[in-house]
């Protein structure tokens, strides 16, 4: 499997991006296929994620209300739709998936993906 993560850009504070994520190679359903994100300086953090068929979506906090990942039908494309922005959203955004079918609870956990995306950088300005 490989990924390819795009769309990131300069937004002003209070502005939107969508975030794709180009999956290559065979994933299944129960597969995570979850974003995360890494600021300057700061670790890799969970953003949310969904199983492979769209049964299911979890968020980090941070992401909740404002962020929503979906997959378009079909297609093998996972989107990260990011609105209300702030500049401590600033970071390179990653997409991962996973060869286990883990529970949701499971997501935040980076250690369990085999697979990430080359990242790409979103910047917020103030």
């Known amino acids: 499997v490989q990924l390819q993560a795009s769309g990131g850009g300069l937004v002003q504070a209070g502005g939107s991006r969508r975030l794709s994520c180009d999956a290559s190679?065979?994933?299944?359903?129960?597969?995570?296929l979850t974003w995360f994100r890494q600021a300057t300086g700061k670790e890799r953090e969970f953003v949310g994620g969904?199983?492979?068929?769209?049964?299911?979506?979890y968020y980090a906090d941070s992401a909740k209300g404002r962020f929503t990942i979906s997959r378009e039908r079909g297609k093998n494309v996972v989107y990260l739709q990011m609105n209300t922005l702030k500049p401590e959203d600033t970071a390179v955004y990653y997409c991962a998936a996973s060869k286990i079918r883990p529970i949701m609870s499971e997501f935040p956990n980076p250690t369990i993906y085999d697979y990430w995306g080359q990242g790409t950088q979103v910047t917020v300005s103030s």
């Open positions: 969904m199983k492979w068929n769209g049964g299911g979506t």
């Open positions: 190679g065979r994933l299944f359903s129960g597969n995570a």
